[in-house]
C-alpha cells in the first residue's frame, strides 16, 4: 500500500523585536538565499511556541520571550523547497544578535532600512506586522 500524501510541514517564525524598535533577521547560510525571519520547521514532539524560542535562539543567539502569536501563513508556494504552513510569533530579546546553526549573519533592522532580497513570503509577513504596529490591525485570514 502507498504512503498517504504528506501535507504541508508545521514550520515557525519570529519577528524579534529589540528595545530600539528594530527587528532581527538572518542572512540564510543555504537555499533559498537572501535574508529571513528567524525560523524553522518544528521537531517532532515539539510545539510551536517552543520551536520559535528555540529556532530564534538557535539562529540568532538572542534571548526571546514571545509576546504573542502574530499570524499564520500557509500559502502552498510560500517555501519553494515544498509546502509549509508557518505560525508566526512576535517575540523580544536584548542584546547584539549573532549569526548561529542555519543563519551565516544576524542583524538587526529598522522598517526603513530592511535587506534584500526577503526569502519565502517574509516581505509579505513584514509588511503585514509593520502595518499592525502602525494601525493595530492584523491581516486577513488568506
Known amino acids: 500500500m502507498a504512503d498517504a500524501p504528506r501535507g504541508p510541514s508545521p ?7 529589540l528595545p530600539d524598535r528594530r527587528i532581527v533577521l538572518i542572512e540564510r547560510r ?3 538565499p537572501g535574508w529571513a525571519l528567524p525560523g ?3 521537531d ?6 517552543a520551536a520559535a524560542v528555540r ?3 538557535e ?9 504573542e502569536l502574530f499570524h499564520v501563513y ?10 509549509t504552513i508557518s505560525a508566526v510569533y512576535i517575540g523580544r530579546a536584548e542584546g547584539e544578535p549573532r549569526g548561529g546553526d542555519d543563519a551565516a549573519r544576524a542583524r538587526a533592522f529598522a522598517e526603513t532600512e530592511l535587506p534584500t ?3 519565502f513570503d517574509h516581505a509579505r509577513i513584514l509588511d503585514d506586522y509593520f502595518t499592525y504596529r502602525r494601525t493595530g490591525r492584523r491581516p486577513p485570514p488568506a
Not at 500557509?74 to 509546502?83: E, G, L, T
Open 117 to 119: 532580497p526577503l526569502a
Open 30 to 32: 543555504f537555499p533559498p
Open 74 to 83: 500557509s500559502a502552498p508556494d510560500r517555501d519553494p523547497r515544498r509546502p
Open 40 to 42: 524553522g520547521f518544528i
Open 44 to 49: 517532532r514532539g515539539e510545539s510551536a511556541p
Open 55 to 57: 529556532e530564534a535562539e
Open 11 to 17: 514550520t515557525v517564525d519570529v519577528i524579534i523585536e
Open 59 to 67: 539562529e540568532t543567539a538572542l534571548a526571546v520571550t514571545l509576546v
